[in-house]
């Protein structure tokens, strides 16, 4: 009986209470599954405002909590041509589900990107960007997170909104 059955995350969850949150400011919205990452994942489609948020978690995935939430919700058009043109699953739909996220994570490298980077090497910035980034690009943002912690001696709080 003290056991409580309310979901607090998860993007199953998040996702309708984001179109909830959107209805009751009258923008509707809807939220549909299995395109992010060809999977079960939830998305959320905002038609009026013409956005997605591409998987629901993205409101505090750990690679994302540096985006400023103007940035967050990718392009509701980018989605209809290259996401949902495709059948569930297929690629390159899959691939293109992730090119807002990704971008939004290496132009706003969050704190938990930074800690991989200063524990595991360029490697892992190889790793998680190498299907969405040219080698430049991750030069670049190897660069940039060196500069950010000082050579992975200070890891700056997250501020997406400041």
Not at 49 to 59: E, F, I, M, P, R
Not at 109 to 138: H, M, N, Q, V
């Amino acid at each position: 009986m003290s056991v409580e059955l309310i979901a607090r995350e998860g993007c199953q969850s998040i996702g309708a209470y984001d179109v909830k949150l959107a209805n009751a400011l009258n923008i509707p919205g809807e939220h549909f599954n299995g395109y992010f990452n060809g999977e079960g994942h939830r998305s959320v489609k905002f038609e009026l405002t013409g956005h997605v948020l591409a998987h629901g978690d993205d409101v505090y995935a750990a690679y994302q909590t540096n985006t400023p939430s103007s940035e967050l919700m990718a392009s509701l058009e980018f989605w209809k041509e290259n996401v949902l043109a495709y059948p569930k699953g297929e690629e390159p739909g899959v691939h293109n589900s992730w090119v807002h996220s990704v971008n939004s994570m290496m132009k706003f490298p969050a704190w938990r990107l930074l800690r991989d980077y200063c524990e595991d090497g360029k490697g892992s910035l190889t790793e998680r960007f190498k299907d969405f980034a040219s080698e430049k690009e991750i030069d670049e943002l190897e660069e940039r997170i060196v500069d950010i912690t000082n050579g992975c001696m200070d890891f700056p709080e997250n501020s997406p909104d400041n």
